[in-house]
């Protein structure tokens, strides 16, 4: 029933800007913590960012601080990835992935969008 389904993946330069979107359905996310993770070619799946579905609270990855910035829409059941002065790095699939307030496991995660940044 659960499901997240990300958009906004693309081929773009480096110093350009990306906004991805995730699509939440099926569930009341409003004591959800909503999160972004990538995984790299060869690597593995890395934290980008994190923000409570009903509040503000927010967490990033050193990697992209200042650069990354994470919003969510609630009227419109959707999470945002605004991702700023791209770096060749940047290049991952980037996935949604969803987990109740009260627990430490991501239990929900969307399809995964391809984001890559050339140089």
């Known amino acids: 029933q659960v499901q997240l389904v990300e958009s906004g993946g693309g081929l773009v330069q480096a110093v350009e800007s990306l906004k991805l979107s995730c699509a939440a359905s099926?569930?009341?996310?409003?004591?959800?913590?909503m999160g972004w993770f990538r995984q790299a070619s060869g690597k593995e799946r890395e934290f980008v960012a994190s923000?409570?579905?009903?509040?503000?609270?927010?967490l990033y990855a050193n990697s992209v601080k200042g650069r990354f910035a994470i919003s969510r829409d609630s009227a419109k059941n959707t999470a945002y990835l605004q991702m700023n002065s791209l770096k060749a790095e940047d290049t991952a699939v980037y996935y949604c992935?969803?987990?109740?307030?009260?627990?430490?496991?991501?239990?929900?995660w969307g399809q995964g969008t391809q984001v890559t940044v050339s140089s």
């Open positions: 992935a969803a987990r109740p307030i009260t627990s430490t496991t991501y239990d929900v």
């Open positions: 923000i409570n579905w009903g509040g503000g609270i927010t």
């Open positions: 099926g569930r009341t996310y409003s004591t959800y913590r």
